[in-house]
Every structure is written in C-alpha cells, then in structure tokens.
C-alpha cells in the first residue's frame, strides 16, 4: 500500500524522476544521432574520450554503491546511461559490431536470416555482457543498484527493439543509421506487427508502471 505524501513530496518521489529520465535520455539519443551523421573519425574519436571517461563512472559507481540518499540515486542512474551510451556509440561507430559485416545473403529462411543478423551484433553483445559482470562485482552487498539497473533496463529495451525490428514492423527508416551500418537493413522487416509487438509492449508499459509505483514505498532501495 502507496504512503500519502504531500504535493511536493509527491513530485520529488514520482515527477521529477519521470521528466529527468525522458530528458537525460532524450539528450544522449539525439547526442548519439548527430553523432551518426557524423563521419568515423569524428565518431571514433569521441568515443575515445568517452572511453577515457568510463574509469571515472565506474568508480562514481563505486563510492556511491552505499549512497541511499536521493542524489546518489541520481548520480548512479547518471552512470549507468552514460557507460550505456558508450557501448551504443562503439556499435554505431562501427567499433564494436560482429564478424558478418554485409548485407543479408539473398534466399536465406528465417533461421538463417537470423543467425546472420545475430552475428552483425555479436562483438557488441559480448562487451555487454561482459560490462554486467563489471557492473554485477561492483555492486556486490551493496544498497544504491540503480546504476546497474538502468544499464540493464536499457538493454531489455534494446532487445526487444531488435526482435521487433526483425520479426517486422509498419515503418523503418534505415537512414537513421550511419552509412556504414546501412546494411543491417536487409535484416529487418516492413510489414504489419508483429506478434510479438502488443505483448513486448505490454510488459514495458506494466515493468515501467510498476517501478515508477515502488519508487514510493518506503522499503525500496530509494527509501533504506
């Protein structure tokens, strides 16, 4: 059961999380776009700087694994989209994709399509895991996780993105991707949805509603 909480308390708790998540993450997805028009140099050079960055937002992480406060909450879920949007930029700056590198072989069934498909993003998908086990030992007995839940979050998302595109939706735009990436194209669908839409879409909408409810209760990681 939800706690009363004043008006002010009700937009610290429930409001203001909501707007600064679709703000930070509206920035980083347009900072990430005009990084896409960009050419590889400019890209692979921020995100050698980036890259220098990730020593710093991972020990931010660290000293703050025990800050229950409202701010390291808001540090750690700083973190967590930051080291996220730097594994998006080595994929899209063409750093970190996967051994298959071309177009969809013409005649190919499903299965195959998708193993193809599997392999374009392989190299990217391995340095994700691998950054949760980062993640997964520097959070160990510890109270704020929010930074690893949002790293987390934000793969779940992507993935069923993915499937999504994969498996077939209304309207693509392939011209969103660099030009050097274009060829993922030949792995998506046009069609009308899928049915794995309503369902993947249902579960965000419930998993969203859900922890945006917690973030009141007093015996949530946001209130020890």
């Not at 890259?51 to 992480?61: K, M, N, R």
Request: hydrophobic share 55%.
């Amino acid at each position: 059961m939800l706690m009363p909480v004043s008006p002010g308390t009700w937009f610290d708790i429930y409001l203001f999380p909501l707007l600064t998540t679709l703000v930070f993450w509206g920035v980083l997805t347009l900072i990430l776009l005009w990084m896409n028009a960009r050419c590889r140099f400019w890209q692979r050079l921020s995100l050698f700087f980036m890259t220098v960055a990730l020593i710093p937002i991972h020990y931010l992480l660290w000293v703050g694994r025990d800050d229950s406060s409202m701010s390291g909450h808001y540090w750690a879920f700083g973190a967590g989209m930051l080291i996220w949007t730097w594994h998006e930029l080595a994929f899209y700056s063409g750093v970190l994709t996967g051994p298959w590198r071309q177009p969809c072989p013409p005649g190919v069934n499903d299965w195959q399509r998708f193993w193809y498909a599997f392999n374009t993003h392989l190299y990217h998908e391995i340095a994700v895991i691998l950054e949760l086990l980062v993640l997964w030992w520097l959070h160990q007995e510890c109270i704020n996780i929010t930074g690893m839940l949002a790293f987390v979050l934000m793969w779940s998302l992507q993935q069923s993105a993915k499937l999504n595109v994969f498996l077939g939706i209304p309207h693509l735009n392939v011209t969103l991707l660099p030009e050097h990436l274009r060829y993922l194209g030949s792995f998506w669908h046009q069609r009308p949805l899928n049915p794995f839409f309503w369902p993947s879409l249902l579960v965000i909408i419930l998993l969203a509603g859900t922890l945006w409810l917690l973030a009141g209760l007093p015996d949530t990681i946001y209130h020890r």
